[in-house]
C-alpha cells in the first residue's frame, strides 16, 4: 500500500502501514506532514504495544502462572518454589514479549522496549519481581555498605533475566528470514 503524504510517497507494507518502517521511494524532501505522520505512526506503535503488554501480562498473570504455581508448590517443595516462580515469570515475559512482536513483526523490538520501559517504572510485586526504582536505591546504598553486594548482585541478575526473557520474546517473534541460495529460483 502506498500513502501519499504531502506529495512524498511512502511505500508501508500493510493496510494501516504496519510495516514498521517508512521507505521513501521518490522523495527529495521531507515536509513537517510527512514528519508529523511517521510520529504519529510510531506512537501508535508504543500505545498499541503497552496496552497489549499490559493485557497479556495480568491475563497470563491470574490464569496461567498462579493455578500453575498453586498446582506445582507441594510436589517441587518448599525450597523450590521461589525457582518455580521466577521460572514462570521469565516464561510468562517471554510469551508476553512473543505477542507484543507479533503486533509488530517487521520491527518487534521498538514495541517490546516501549513495554519495558512501562515494567521498570513501578513496583509490579502483584504481577512480577521486578522493581527497578528499588534495585536503584540498593545500588546506592551498595557503594556505602558493602553487606548490600550480594544482594544487589541477585537482585540485578534477576532483573537481567526477566528483561531479557521480554526482549527474547520479542525477537523470537521475527518472521523467519529467507536463506540465501546459490541458485536462481528458475532452476529449481
Partial sequence: MEIACSGV????????????????????WVTPASIMAMVRYRLWIVARSVAAGWAVLIVLTYLAERPLLLLTAPVVGAQWVATASLSLDCLKLAATGWIIGRLHRTAPLPGVLAFAATLGLFNLEAWLPLDVPWLIRLALDAVHDTRLWGPLATTAVQHVLLFGSLIAGGLLSRPPQTPLSLFDETLR
Fill in 9 to 28: 510517497t511512502w511505500d508501508c507494507g500493510f493496510s494501516v502501514c504496519g510495516a514498521g518502517s517508512f521507505t521513501p521511494r521518490a522523495a527529495l
